[in-house]
């Protein structure tokens, strides 16, 4: 077996005797040419208006991109994007480039370009957005939620926006994509720490979108900063594009959650004792913040009280000082949840997802962690794989198990 481990990949043998099914993303066929297809949805969107009815010339144009934690193919679509706003009038001087960093670190320059490419970083200008730089903040009203939108200046007061990125499930938001390019994504601090404290409803829910309270939040909130023109990507596991949607925010955005539906859901017909969980290697698992999508994934697959191995590096750390500190400063989840509905901290509150997820089962995390710090959250760290397996196989039981290599993406479902 072959798991991604950050850059590289590892390997190892399942013990003989163990009853091991593969949880993997459906083999959907990839666009035979992305390039033409990306054109011809700009001109012929989901829904109207079509890129070149939404812009006029003498504009000025914003493009939400994302960072370097979700991958989209920017890099591929970006040049078709300048090209047609090119052939719609608008100067290559009038367009800009907004990093959506939401609360993440800034981007490097060698990070911007790998994302835009090239070509389209030599020629138009590039912005890392900073939910922390209140000047750099327009205050554009309250949701009906009471979220205060707070909204990069740069991208509220252009133009035009438009909005780029990938859509796949999204554990409390129902789905990425779409209308996060602008809220959470290009929002203050205090903006998205209050759509965040929404998960806290049981309806805030993977693969949900109607009722969802964090969703309908994030939408009001784009809404109030302009909305945009959107083109999102939906890809397969190899990160070639399987569809491209453009045009309305919210049309072209449901179109393409119905193609992630059909990506990334994995049919089960039963529960399992034991997961074995790759993120699928970077960016997914550049720090533990990002992994836990695919413990979440995981934790759909097991049994109450099961086992998981999750193999994520974790290159950049644990993702979040917060998270750290919240998860050894509560002794229980309930008390953890109680400080959270008094004061909802971002950060913390990865402290109470990744808490929930750790009571269904034990969890060895196979990482670059300090492993002192790994147990202090609640994981049960090991140096390498032949020391999980050894640990959840010892006992010489007949354990299902189930081995998701993408468990990031892969949804599982009954």
């Keep these: 077996m072959e798991l991604a481990y950050g850059k590289e990949t590892i390997t190892f043998d399942i013990p003989a005797g163990v009853s091991c099914e593969i949880l993997d993303l459906k083999t959907l066929l990839p666009l035979d040419d992305p390039h033409e297809k990306i054109r011809t949805v700009l001109r012929y969107p989901v829904a109207p208006p079509s890129l070149g009815q939404y812009v006029r010339p003498g504009e000025k144009i914003c493009i939400l991109v994302n960072d370097t934690t979700r991958l989209a193919r920017s890099e591929l679509f970006l040049p078709i994007l ?37 070509e389209v970083a030599g020629r138009i200008r590039l912005y890392n957005h900073d939910c922390d730089h209140k000047d750099e903040l327009d205050f554009l009203g309250q949701t009906s939620f009471g979220t205060p939108v707070w909204v990069n200046k740069r991208v509220v007061r252009t133009d035009r926006r438009i909005l780029t990125g990938s859509v796949v499930h999204h554990y409390f938001a129902g789905y990425g994509g779409g209308r996060k390019a602008l809220v959470p994504g290009a929002a203050g601090r205090e903006t998205i720490r209050k759509n965040h404290s929404l998960l806290l409803d049981e309806r805030a829910r993977s693969g949900r979108l109607e009722g969802n309270p964090v969703h309908e939040d994030l939408l009001e909130a784009a809404l109030l900063a302009g909305g945009g023109f959107l083109l999102n990507t939906v890809l397969d596991k190899q990160n070639q594009i399987l569809g491209v949607f453009a045009g309305d925010m919210e049309q072209a955005h449901l179109a393409a959650c119905a193609l992630a539906d059909q990506a990334y859901g ?65 002794d229980s989840l309930p008390e953890l949840e109680t400080a ?75």
């Design 266 to 330: 994995v049919e089960l017909e039963e529960l399992a004792d034991v997961v074995i969980a790759g993120c699928g290697g970077y960016p997914k698992d550049i720090n533990l913040y990002q992994a836990h999508k695919a413990l979440d994934n995981a934790m759909k697959a097991l049994k109450p009280r099961g086992e998981v191995i999750l193999v994520a590096r974790c290159s950049e750390g644990i993702g979040s000082d917060l998270y750290e500190k919240w998860a050894g400063k509560y």
């Design 340 to 414: 959270l509905r008094c004061n909802f901290v971002l950060g913390g509150h990865k402290a109470y997802t990744i808490g929930k997820l750790l009571q269904k089962g034990r969890v060895y995390l196979v990482s670059d962690l300090d492993r002192r710090k790994a147990r202090r959250l609640g994981f049960v760290p090991v140096k390498n794989m032949s020391e999980a397996l050894a640990a959840v196989y010892s006992d010489n039981k007949k354990k299902f198990t189930y081995l998701m290599p993408r468990a990031s993406l892969s949804v599982p479902r009954f």
């Design 82 to 118: 300048v090209s047609e706003l090119g052939e719609a009038g608008i100067a290559e001087k009038d367009i800009f480039i907004v990093f959506t960093n939401g609360t993440h670190r800034p981007l490097s320059e060698v990070e911007m370009e790998k994302l835009v490419g090239e």
